[in-house]
């Protein structure tokens, strides 16, 4: 008796943090940028902004499918109720670090499921609280002139040099700092019917469609 064949996964995002992120639960996946405008709307909070943005990136790629499961997730910095973005130049990125300095930032990431055949929807909103130690100029200039991390919300690389800058990290999953909650992503592919501990890697692969 053959196995059932199990839904094809796509990542809705060329994100190169997500990419290895989602290679900790399998390498049996494609990827695909999607075509969504990320303003956020009028009177949205930062809960909804991701929540909706990570439904829409995961929808955008599973319009074009018959069948699979698409991942989509997103994620902003929320700091004294202000949403804080990707800086882009060195110069915002060092506005944003004498902010946090000595503070907490929460980090929102949200994440969801769709699966294209049957256009089942699973979707979360995963907190991750960080807390800065009290950082001088010159150490921020260090910090962002080494890892240059212009394109990260809150202007810093958890997973590498950022590690530095904190003083406290509170959340239940850490890869949800980067991008991606693997933890909940799991739950979700459960949910699905597609355990990862049984996946045969040899027998497909990553790749950009």
Known sequence: MTEPALPALYLASTSKYRQQLLAKLTTRFHTARPEVDETSLANESAEQLVRRLAIAKAQAIAAGLNAGLVIGSDQVALFNNDIIGKPHSAENALAQLRRFSGNTVTFLTGLALVNAQSGNIQVIVEPF?????????????????????????????????GISLFSKLNGDDPNSLIGLPLIRLNQMLLNEGVNVLFLDEHKGGSGLL
């Open 129 to 161: 609280n960080v807390s800065f130690r009290s950082l001088t100029d010159a150490e921020i200039m260090a910090y962002i002139d080494k890892e240059q991390p212009l394109d990260c919300a809150g202007s810093f690389k958890s997973e590498g040099l």
